[in-house]
């Protein structure tokens, strides 16, 4: 018997409610041939899982798992754990693994949804839900995939503080790049420059910040990371230089927003030529060792510093999900659910 977080009900539009999902025990499935048991040991909380509750025929989830999820079904997110039994020759008990999975202690897999994790002295095991995750995937392939940054050019990141945002900054600064970091608060505005190496931070809470695009981009903006959308798009747009690129990494601003910001500024894209372009992590998957292999070699060096932000309690999970709205989360949020 394992306790699961299910969906109880489609959210109404506006704010987040943990009490969309609720909890209940139900009985694991016995393995089948090709399955794997899987101890969940830290569950991943991410801006899309707040999209996915939306249950909408455009999700993101359809393309995971092949269907949009439906009141009733266990939630899903990102999962890292260790397998306890297996039914596959592909993997062995003890061996670590990722998934996309259900919010359950334990989850039984058919092989092909799981990928073995490279675990090594010197990183972190929640460095595989960071740096070497769909976190890190996402910051790399939006940069230089997408956006296409060059050294010298000028980069500016919102949701620069965040998971995937702050891992940015830090693959913008190693390309050479200027950079600049878009957060909320003085803390986090902090954060960017000092821990994440940022060239400047802009406080979008605080003042105009159009005006503080103007004082610190002063020769345009060449490429632009988003991860919130809605009017900070709308604003950075006026700061593109022509020919320009938005690499649309997320919308945070309408995940959680009973009236979604649209962009008032398009004209701009008309008139300077530029390309706004969204992705998903899993994009470019002949390039995922590639990119792994440089996450890690940043890693090593010093110069990048993913940061999780650890929280405990399984049930609460649906509770700590609204950590990322609130924005009280200080790194990927993670729920330990099991001992490393």
Not at 18 to 38: A, F, I, K, Q, S
Not at 99 to 121: G, Y
Not at 234 to 258: E, I, K, S, W
Not at 274 to 286: D, M, N, S
Request: include cysteine; charged fraction near 25%.
């Amino acid at each position: 018997m394992e306790v699961k977080a299910h969906v109880i009900r489609r959210p109404a539009l506006g704010r987040y409610s943990p009490d969309v999902m609720g909890l209940e025990t139900r009985n694991l499935p016995v393995l089948g041939p090709g399955d794997v048991r899987v101890r969940l040991i830290y569950l991943s909380l991410d801006p899309t899982n707040r999209n996915w509750l939306k249950l909408e025929d455009t999700s993101t989830v359809v393309e995971k798992v092949g269907r949009n999820l439906r009141v009733g079904d266990v939630m899903l997110g990102q999962i890292l754990g260790v397998v306890e039994e297996s039914a596959s020759p592909d993997f062995n008990v003890g061996d670590h693994v990722a998934a996309l999975a259900e919010w359950q202690e334990q989850v039984v897999l058919p092989a092909s949804r799981l990928r073995r994790l490279e675990v090594s002295a010197g990183l972190p095991l929640t460095a595989h839900l960071t740096l070497l995750s769909h976190v890190g995937l996402a910051a790399i392939v939006g940069l230089k995939e997408i956006a296409q940054i060059r050294s010298g050019q000028t980069v500016v990141i919102s949701g620069a503080a965040g998971a995937t945002g702050s891992l940015a900054v830090g693959i913008a600064k190693d390309a050479g790049c200027r950079v600049v970091g878009i957060a909320g608060g003085a803390e986090k505005c902090a954060r960017v420059l000092d821990e994440f190496g940022a060239d400047a931070s802009i406080d979008y809470k605080n003042g105009d910040l159009d005006a503080a695009l103007g004082r610190t981009c002063p020769d345009g903006v060449d490429a632009y990371f988003d991860n919130v959308g809605g009017w900070i798009l709308d604003t950075v747009l006026r700061h593109l230089v022509p020919g320009g690129r938005v690499a649309v990494c997320g919308v945070m601003a309408d995940y959680d927003n009973a009236t979604p910001d649209g962009i008032r500024n398009m004209y701009l894209v008309l008139v300077k030529h530029l390309r706004i372009e969204g992705f998903l992590a899993g994009g470019y998957p002949e390039k995922r060792d590639q990119h792994f292999a440089e996450l890690r070699e940043m890693f090593a060096a010093g110069r990048l510093k993913p940061r999780a932000h650890i929280v405990e309690d399984f049930d609460k999970a649906p509770e700590h999900l609204g950590l990322l709205f609130s924005g009280q989360n200080k790194g990927k949020l993670l729920v330990q659910v099991s001992p490393e």
